[in-house]
């Protein structure tokens, strides 16, 4: 049995992995991923970002996420959509454009209702709004926060509600685990959305690890527990876990397995934790080392796509 059946089997919704279209001329990658007794979700690792999928004013390239939703529909697995609002891989138009309060919430308002409608009823999640805060829980400098304030995340969560009302809507960002002041401006935003009678239903962390500085379970579970009892389900949305010098040596691949097991162990314990994503399954497509140099080795499969300690752990532990 592969993670995501025995995932299912422990009561979750789902075992996933990001992938993009670039990676389907490789048939021993393409044979773990459509297997879907290890994978049952995928999310694409980079085409539904506003760059590529609205390089230009209305310009809109649905062709990239088109094709990973096919490929997720023919394997029978579920479909998580990435993302809407964020300040990372934007086009020029919007990142250099000048904008007023109003013309600015109007081209969001136009981004994120072309793009999930034309979604609508296929994803079962969305993250609506990726990385708004700083690690100290101010507000991340961006042209959404510096032209609309907070205004941007209500104003983007309304937009996502209104097309497509069936989409599970998500605050997705990173770090939330292990700095308890972003946690705690994660839940102000929250309570922000929500005191408009705004609908949020989700918090995704990214989880993006490394190896013997992953949270332990409590902590993990506390983090969870403070959306949660927002009334919110959450998930693991982005998992990695990256050796911090290479080659790893035997106890630093003690470590990943034990990290990994302890995400897990951290779900399973939290009822409404629906699920887990690996943000790609093997080195061989970790963005971990081209953006942190000296970093890597943070997925379950090696390059070369043999499955790793860390894989074996996880699939004795479930
Ligand atoms: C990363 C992709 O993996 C890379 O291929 C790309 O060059 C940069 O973005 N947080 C997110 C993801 O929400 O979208 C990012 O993905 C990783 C960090």
Not at 134 to 159: H, K, M
Not at 167 to 196: C, G, H, M, W
Not at 227 to 236: A, K
Request: aromatic share 12%; glycine share 6%.
């Amino acid at each position: 049995q592969g993670l995501h059946q025995l995932f299912v089997a422990a009561g979750k919704l789902f075992f996933g992995t990001a992938i993009e279209t670039n990676n389907f001329n490789d048939t021993a990658y393409l044979a773990i991923a459509n297997n879907r007794q290890e994978f049952g979700m995928y999310v694409p690792e980079n085409s539904q970002k506003w760059e590529e999928i609205q390089p230009a004013p209305a310009t809109f390239d649905f062709a990239a996420p088109d094709a990973v939703l096919a490929r997720a529909r023919q394997n029978g697995q579920m479909f998580r959509c990435h993302t809407l609002t964020w300040h990372s891989q934007l086009p020029a138009f919007v990142a250099n454009g000048t904008w007023t309060r109003d013309t600015l919430a109007a081209v969001i308002v136009a981004h994120i209702t072309n793009v999930m409608t034309h979604y609508r009823g296929l994803c079962y999640a969305w993250d609506v709004v990726n990385e708004a805060l700083n690690d100290n829980g101010t507000f991340r400098d961006s042209v959404f926060f510096r032209t609309l304030g907070t205004d941007f995340i209500p104003l983007s969560f309304a937009a996502a509600s209104r097309a497509d009302p069936a989409a599970r809507l998500y605050y997705n960002d990173f770090n939330l685990e292990t700095s308890p002041p972003k946690a705690a401006a994660a839940v102000r935003i929250v309570q922000l959305v929500q005191a408009l009678n705004i609908p949020i239903h989700g918090l995704g962390f990214q989880a993006h690890f490394r190896v013997g500085l992953t949270p332990n379970v409590t902590s993990l579970v506390a983090t969870q527990n403070l959306f949660t009892s927002l009334g919110l389900e959450v998930s693991f949305s982005e998992l990695d876990i990256a050796h911090l010098s290479l080659p790893p040596n035997a106890s630093s691949i003690a470590r990943q397995s034990q990290d990994y097991v302890t995400v897990v162990q951290a779900c399973l314990a939290v009822p409404k934790c629906v699920g887990i994503t690996l943000w790609q399954f093997t080195d061989k497509y970790s963005w971990i080392p081209s953006t942190f140099p000296g970093l890597g080795d943070a997925c379950l499969y090696t390059a070369d796509f043999e499955k790793k300690p860390a894989y074996e752990a996880v699939r004795r532990y479930l």
